[in-house]
């Protein structure tokens, strides 16, 4: 079955190190997303990819970056974490174009930045 | 600025019904979704509006009125397992997806 993961689930880190949350999708889908959730606040967008070397920002992407050089996979890095980079992150791919079909969710990475 | 508005907590009883309302102000419409997440897990898709009225698909029904700037999510015969924050989302004139915060629905034997 075609299914889209995450990894780290889990991470702590300190503040200013760089991290990397992988995203690996086998749905073959075009179009990949990263949303951080915090308590209080809808997912917030903060950056997607409509293909291969495709990027774009979202509404939160000060501090992050994404690269996308094959399909399967759109990692999110953070330069230099942040204690308020501390949140609960889904990658999500879809099929369609423009936001008009289902959003497929990767179970989380929830990342502590001390 | 573009806003979605959800109650923040609803709670109901086994075999009951509950309406879980989604308000929205936003630059231009192109759908409203409404996603299921259970504590600790991903949002899961439940169903999506682009007319006007209900949409049924078993237990679940959505309903959207695109004049009044509203939908409700609709869950009847309620099971324990339908405790979750349900999630609404609408798609702007650009197609980038508003989300409101959630409801979270507790359900009671």
């Known amino acids: 079955d075609a299914e889209i993961t995450q990894s780290p689930r889990h991470k702590i880190t300190e503040t200013g190190r760089q991290v990397t949350l992988a995203c690996h999708q086998t749905w073959n889908h075009n179009n990949m997303f990263w949303y951080r959730q915090d308590l209080g606040h809808g997912l917030r967008l903060i950056h997607y990819s409509y293909g291969v070397q495709d990027t774009n920002k979202g509404e939160v992407s000060d501090g992050y970056s994404v690269s996308r050089s094959n399909t399967e996979d759109l990692p999110l890095t953070l330069e230099s974490a942040a204690s308020s980079q501390t949140s609960v992150y889904f990658c999500?791919?879809?099929?369609?174009?423009?936001?008009?079909?289902?959003?497929?969710f990767g179970e989380g990475s929830r990342l502590t930045v001390l | 600025g573009q806003n979605i508005d959800q109650p923040t907590e609803m709670t109901a009883t086994e075999g009951a019904i509950v309406q879980i309302n989604c308000t929205y102000q936003?630059?231009?419409?192109?759908?409203l979704f409404w996603y299921q997440q259970h504590a600790g897990e991903a949002p899961t898709f439940l169903s999506y509006n682009v007319l006007d009225g209900l949409e049924e698909k078993g237990r679940f029904s959505s309903f959207l009125s695109r004049s009044k700037g509203y939908s409700y999510l609709l869950l009847k015969e309620l099971q324990m397992k339908d405790s979750a924050s349900y999630l609404c989302a609408v798609a702007d004139s650009n197609y980038q997806l508003i989300w409101g915060a959630g409801t979270k629905l507790i359900i009671k034997p």
């Open positions: 936003t630059s231009g419409f192109n759908g």
């Open positions: 999500a791919s879809s099929e369609t174009n423009q936001n008009t079909g289902e959003l497929f």
